[in-house]
């Protein structure tokens, strides 16, 4: 089975939680790894945002399967590869899990998939 989760996330909205709530949204939604490494990008919230949709899009994708109980945002880290990309760490996930993040200046859109049995990438 394969399932999908969406998100868009409009940057300026991610801006004024911070500027609002400041280390209390923080600490709530990111890991220090995710916080320390949006943090040192030139523009933050751009990159606050892209993890935060990409955590939405991931928790729409777990609970779509009917199968996994509730996870916290902190649960679902968001790292990168040694290329760049994005990939999701989730303790105690037997599942293969993939997600893509892009963004504007205005905007961050995350989508991920969940694949369960056969799936790209699962070795036999």
């Known amino acids: 089975m ?9 940057v300026d909205r991610i801006q004024t939680l ?7 949204f923080l600490l709530r939604i990111f ?12 523009k933050p919230a751009l990159h606050f945002a892209g993890r935060f949709a990409a955590k939405e899009a991931v928790k729409k994708a777990l609970y779509s399967s009917g199968r996994i109980p509730p996870v916290l945002f902190r ?11 994005p990939i999701v760490h989730l ?3 037997e599942w293969n899990l993939r ?7 205005n905007y961050a859109a995350a989508t991920a998939i969940l694949f369960h049995g056969d799936s790209p990438g699962e070795s036999r």
């Open 2 to 10: 394969i399932y999908i989760g969406n998100d868009l996330v409009e």
């Open 18 to 24: 911070i500027e609002r709530w400041a280390d209390r």
């Open 31 to 42: 890991t220090p790894d995710e916080i320390t490494y949006c943090q040192r990008r030139a």
């Open 75 to 85: 649960q679902i880290q968001i790292h990168r590869d040694q290329y760049g990309a």
């Open 91 to 93: 303790p105690g996930l």
């Open 99 to 105: 997600v893509s993040i892009s963004h504007t200046t």
